[in-house]
């Protein structure tokens, strides 16, 4: 994995400089395991190079996407983000809300 790794959002663009927090601490710690010789202990399939990740939320990815991201034989991690969980609660408060103006 080369030293100049780091997150990225979709079409391997490097953060922002708006990104979040937890990201730019996250290529940090990334960068500064690589610049001491820090590898990961994973042991993927010889065939497994890009590794696509399900991630329901960031909290629950973040530490396998650095550990993944530390594998010297993985070169490539896509996460892809779907929680339709999340949609539908979001729908039930608004519809919470549309009825509680209503009824107020």
């Known amino acids: 994995m080369p030293s100049s790794v780091l997150l990225s959002y979709s079409d391997d663009k490097p953060l922002p400089e708006n990104a979040p927090k937890w990201a730019v601490s996250a290529t940090e710690r990334i960068r500064e395991k690589l610049a001491k010789g ?26 396998m996407v650095e ?10 991690v896509t996460v892809f983000f779907y929680n339709p969980y999340v949609v539908y609660l979001f729908s039930i408060g608004l519809l919470c809300l549309k009825l509680w103006l209503v009824v107020r």
């Open 38 to 63: 820090i590898v990961s202990e994973l042991q993927p399939p010889e065939s497994v190079k890009n590794i696509l990740l399900h991630s329901c939320c960031a909290p629950c990815s973040g530490a």
């Open 67 to 76: 550990e993944m991201m530390n594998c010297p034989q993985i070169e490539k």
